[in-house]
């Protein structure tokens, strides 16, 4: 694996599977129960550190830029400690799936460090602006892995273009190029998709209807909503970056550990009410974690390997 060298640190199939009569003091008033069965198939997870390359196509915002960065850069960084929760906490979720692995110690779980190593801003549109995942991703990973080798490169792609699968299918995207080169699209929902992939913020077009509508924590509903499809989609490809960690269903249509938890924010969530969160009473924005530089989020539940429940900050 040389293009993004991953620690192979894992080899029995293990279950972690959703049982429907659990109520034996295991859930807390932050779990939510889902249909799930997340099991894990043997492989590897990313661990130590994650050298991160946000690949900026288009014209991007920097509204939305600063919004993506510092999420990335607070899920290490605690902020000030009477402000709660922190995104910290909500990355401590994720980083519990090293105590799942078999041999695993669970005195301490490592830290998971996701490090913003390089910021490129292509925004020269060589590729077009109607691009297909099988075609555009080997290319523009290929052209920018020279100057970002060995980093998960994170592509954000601008307002005015329009990306296969990225709303018909999804909100954002994780894959391999090749047979070890990670990578995660994120779409930019606001002009091809707000229906699609700005709820809670926004009505959908399909699916339950919400009872009511959330403000923006940054009062920008695109970039809020692509944090929570980023932090969704960076959930999924830490527990599972090669399709054999921790998924449910087949590896072709894998549910991972982020994905498993769609459209729960906090509890009492239901389908077309996201729960619990805090309101900015200053805003009005809605958020459940705070991050670096006073910025607030709103980030979506995880699955619980615990609990067998998804897991909400609030």
């Known amino acids: 694996m040389s293009s993004f060298p991953i620690r192979i640190i894992s080899l029995a199939l293990f279950s972690i599977s959703f049982?429907?009569?659990l109520n034996n003091g295991q859930l807390t008033r932050h779990s939510v129960l889902t249909r799930a069965k997340i099991v894990y198939h043997g492989g590897p997870i990313l661990i130590e550190t994650i050298n991160v390359a946000l690949i900026w196509y288009g014209n991007v915002s920097l509204h939305k830029?600063?919004?993506i960065a510092n999420f990335l850069k607070s899920l290490n960084?605690?902020?000030d400690f009477n402000l709660q929760p922190q995104v910290t906490k909500w990355w401590k979720m994720v980083e519990s799936y090293q105590a799942m692995l078999p041999g695993a110690k669970h005195d301490e779980v490592p830290k998971i460090i996701v490090n913003v190593a390089k910021q490129i801003n292509d925004t020269s549109y060589k590729y077009g602006r109607n691009l297909?995942?099988?075609d555009f991703i080997p290319k523009i990973v290929k052209e920018h892995t020279k100057e970002a080798k060995n980093m998960l490169p994170i592509i954000i792609t601008a307002k005015d273009v329009n990306m296969e699968g990225v709303c018909t299918k999804t909100c954002a995207h994780n894959g391999i190029v090749g047979n070890s080169t990670l990578y995660i699209l994120l779409g930019n929902p606001e002009?091809?998709?707000p229906r699609k992939c700005e709820w809670p913020f926004t009505q959908i077009d399909s699916g339950p209807k919400s009872i009511l509508f959330l403000q923006p924590p940054n009062l920008d509903k695109a970039a809020d909503a692509m944090v929570i499809a980023l932090a969704t989609t960076l959930a999924d490809t830490v527990t599972n970056p090669l399709n054999t960690g921790f998924y449910d269903g087949p590896p072709k249509?894998?549910?991972?550990?982020g994905t498993a938890c769609k459209a729960i924010f906090g509890s009492g969530a239901f389908p077309g009410n996201p729960g619990k969160v805090h309101i900015d009473a200053h805003t009005g924005g809605s958020f459940n974690a705070h991050g670096i530089k006073d910025q607030k989020f709103l980030l979506p539940a995880?699955?619980?390997p615990k609990t067998s429940s998804c897991w909400t900050l609030m």
């Open 302 to 304: 995880i699955w619980n």
């Open 19 to 21: 049982l429907p009569s």
């Open 65 to 67: 830029k600063e919004a």
């Open 77 to 79: 960084t605690d902020g």
């Open 132 to 134: 297909t995942i099988g």
């Open 253 to 257: 249509n894998s549910i991972g550990v």
């Open 191 to 193: 002009l091809e998709c």
